[in-house]
């Protein structure tokens, strides 16, 4: 098959991935632990070269470094290759100053989900801060096309709009969205807007914004939001208000900061 | 009129940070910056007093900058500091002798063990609410002008003085050689070993112990009053606050009323609980401290139990046994399973500490059987600290006569609910987390604030507090009491492990003091 099939160049093959996977195969075979010596004569590469690669590779978490040793082996998230996203946990603890930081500047209670078997599972409840009686509700589920986390989740995963679309799109109220492509349109939006929303979607009188959570390449591993009354949470207009959109999205993006995502 | 904050500098064991504050408590710029760690030998644990100064020298400007604030929007300024770490140095010239010694160094153990063997060491824990141990200041100012030629003399002479960092800071910020004010709070005064703890003042019979002149000594002051003006890096700001970093995070905590309480968990924990105005003399093993002073009022006292592992205790099942990759996923791990299977694990990896005090314990894990998996483990990991925490707690309640009604949190296994929820569920009282996780920090800054009046009262600085999860206790009855049985139990298995003359780190009644 020709490059030049479609009339535009597309580029040849990238010579440090390249490399970057024939270190992977190296350390896949024999007793798995090598140094940056050892896997720079093996491959004869240049020790700098080798080093740079296996920093990259160590921060995708693909190779781990033994901390006595200095030697370099395969890593934990090779392993997880097939589950892409974080350790809810992992993605709580991360994310937990931030999640307050939203709640004290919104007022407004901040929640933190993961896809979980076609719902959206809450792994982080921050109190709306007004010291209300409020209950912890981390491990409880959100529908996905019902809720503003759910949405975030499913803009940017392909599989799970599949998942979804098998079964039938419950009706919460009146607004929720139960057409798949009504559904899509909105997946668009918001992937255009790089934000969703539900506005009494799931339970009249109550709304909710997020933005996705990125971790290492931009790769989608969360959404983080701001939920409570329609009142509170949307202009005049029933529009989202923009200021609590804007916290959002600047939560979202110190997340991911923090989980490694440089570009957002 | 241009919006006015507090500053807060919380000069920790690792790092020094900066941290401006509004007037609703919440966080508006933050700065930090770490500094190097000497361990010259084996239990000594050293800093450079001239680079922590100088680090500050460069944070507190640049945490204005960054917030695009003019100094003359900074009311005041709150310090917390790590504790019982002093440095000496030369009043002329500003120049430490040496490095300063820190909190965790134990270079002191034979000197103690010395000072313990005298008449007068019965006294010290009546005096000061403290064992005599190496892990508090005076042993190390004495070691120091035992060793170094002349110091004595020129300490003597008024030469060379001493202080705790926040006295180190505080004499530098207000002038140094030029001027610098020679200060300590009660609260670090409560450290040293040499104040008494009913008079608030340096004791003299404690001096002659320890054989420590009292020229050297800072005077000792509330902990919030304004001790001078910043005339040095950023001048013109009132110095108004100074703390240890746990009785700060008591304060940011807004623990105000006797019984109230907060536990700050990392890799070891620590456990606070505010007595009131008359020092709670304990029998099981925790140590009395003045919690804080405000101004002309009376200071308010309070107990402290120092867990030593709990984050350690995840780390070492994280990079010791290598069962998880990070320290979160201890949760994900122990919700593989619905309970501990039967299993306990009880750290005592150098001796157990409060309630106990057995220097010779070593850890156990009880309860093995084939039906163990790397989940129940986990599970166990958890619950150590749950279990720990519930003792530190009744050892408060028999000392103090008060009853805890609800443990407020901070620190980083916060983070955990699974823990969270266990902690509530043996403690049978609300476990809750407020929503500024910076209480150190926070708490300097409520203390200076108050002291200049930028929030008018206590009652003011409560309205700030605002919970940002609370988990309640939904353990059964039955279940609590014989699940803390067993524990108790496993407990017991630590006693006695090591042997006399068997060479190991703890001797004596010298104890490493926790991780923090």
């Known amino acids: 098959m020709s490059n030049e099939r479609y009339g535009r160049r597309v580029p040849g093959p990238v010579q440090s991935i390249e490399r970057a996977a024939a270190i992977l195969r190296l350390l896949a075979r024999g007793s798995g632990r090598l140094g940056v010596g050892e896997i720079a004569s093996s491959l004869e590469l240049a020790k700098g070269t080798a080093h740079g690669i296996l920093r990259t590779l160590q921060r995708v978490g693909f190779v781990e470094q033994d901390r006595a040793t200095g030697k370099y082996q395969l890593g934990a998230a090779l392993l997880h290759l097939g589950t892409s996203y974080l350790d809810v946990n992992e993605l709580r603890s991360r994310a937990i100053n931030w999640a307050d930081a939203l709640a004290a500047r919104s007022g407004e209670a901040v929640r933190i989900g993961a896809p979980l078997e076609g719902s959206v599972l809450v792994v982080h409840h921050v109190f709306r801060p007004d010291d209300s009686l409020q209950t912890l509700d981390v491990g409880s589920l959100l529908p996905l096309h019902a809720s503003a986390l759910g949405k975030v989740l499913l803009a940017y995963d392909v599989e799970l709009v599949g998942v979804l679309q098998r079964g039938e799109l419950t009706a919460f109220t009146r607004r929720t969205i139960v057409a798949p492509k009504v559904l899509a349109r909105a997946l668009t939006e918001v992937r255009d807007h790089g934000w969703a929303a539900d506005v009494e979607e799931y339970a009249p009188g109550q709304a909710s914004i997020a933005a996705p959570i990125r971790g290492y390449g931009g790769l989608v591993v969360g959404a983080i939001g701001v939920s409570g009354g329609v009142e509170r949470l949307c202009d005049g207009r029933g529009e989202p208000a923009s200021a609590l959109v804007g916290y959002v999205r600047d939560a979202a993006r110190a997340v991911s900061r923090d989980l490694g995502a440089s570009r957002w | ?516």
């Open chain 2, 1 to 516: 009129m241009a919006q006015r904050y507090v500053m807060s500098i919380d000069q920790g064991t690792t790092s020094t940070r900066c941290i401006l504050f509004d007037q609703r408590g919440r966080l508006h710029s933050l700065v930090q910056k770490e500094h190097q760690q000497h361990y010259p030998k084996p239990g000594w644990v050293e800093h450079d007093a001239v680079e922590i100064w100088r680090n500050l020298e460069r944070l507190l400007p640049q945490c204005l900058r960054d917030a695009s604030i003019a100094a003359d929007q900074v009311v005041a300024l709150g310090i917390a500091n790590q504790r019982e770490t002093v440095v000496l140095w030369d009043r002329h010239t500003g120049v430490p002798i040496g490095h300063a010694i820190v909190w965790q160094d134990t270079r002191t153990d034979e000197l103690v063990e010395d000072l313990a063997a005298r008449p007068f060491a019965a006294t010290v824990h009546e005096r000061t609410g403290l064992p005599l141990a190496t892990y508090f200041s005076a042993p190390r100012i004495k070691w120091l002008l035992d060793r170094l030629p002349g110091v004595r003399e020129r300490a003597e002479r008024g030469d060379v003085v001493v202080g705790t960092m926040e006295s180190w800071l505080i004499w530098n910020l207000t002038g140094g050689p030029d001027g610098g004010v020679h200060v300590t709070d009660v609260t670090n005064a409560s450290r040293t070993l040499l104040m008494n703890l009913h008079t608030l003042a340096w004791d003299d019979e404690l001096l002659s112990f320890f054989d420590i002149p009292r020229r050297m000594l800072p005077e000792i002051r509330s902990s919030t009053e304004t001790y001078g003006r910043t005339t040095r890096v950023v001048p013109g700001i009132r110095i108004g606050a100074a703390l240890g970093d746990q009785h700060a995070a008591l304060f940011g905590q807004t623990c105000f009323a006797p019984g109230e309480a907060k536990c700050t968990y990392g890799t070891g924990s620590f456990l606070l609980m505010n007595t009131g105005a008359t020092p709670a003399h304990s029998t099981h093993g925790l140590l009395t401290t003045v919690g804080y002073k405000i101004g002309e009022e009376p200071a308010v006292y309070a107990l402290e139990g120092s867990i030593a592992i709990t984050g350690s205790l995840v780390q070492w099942f994280r990079d010791g046994l290598g069962l998880i990759t990070s320290a979160p996923e201890i949760e994900t791990l122990a919700r593989t399973v619905d309970d501990n299977g039967g299993c306990y694990i009880v750290p005592a990896f150098s001796g157990l500490f409060a309630p106990y005090w057995r220097s010779e314990a070593r850890g156990v894990i009880a309860g093995l059987t084939s039906y163990i998996t790397k989940g129940h483990l986990a599970r166990a990991v958890l619950e150590a600290s749950g279990w720990q925490t519930r003792e530190v707690v009744d050892a408060m309640n028999a000392d103090s006569g008060l009853e805890l009604s609800t443990l407020k949190v901070d620190g980083g296994m916060t983070a955990d609910n699974l823990l969270m929820g266990f902690i509530a569920d043996v403690l049978n009282v609300p476990v809750v987390r407020p929503m500024v996780v910076e209480t150190v920090s926070l708490g300097a800054a409520y203390a200076a604030g108050l002291a200049v009046g930028y929030w008018p009262d206590l009652e003011g600085l409560r309205r700030n507090w605002h919970r940002a999860a609370q988990w309640s206790p939904s353990m059964d009855p039955d279940r609590r009491t014989s699940e803390y049985a067993n524990w108790r139990r496993a407990v017991e298995l630590t006693f006695g492990w090591m042997r006399p003359h068997e060479p190991h780190e703890m001797g004596g009644v010298v104890v490493a003091p926790p991780a923090r």
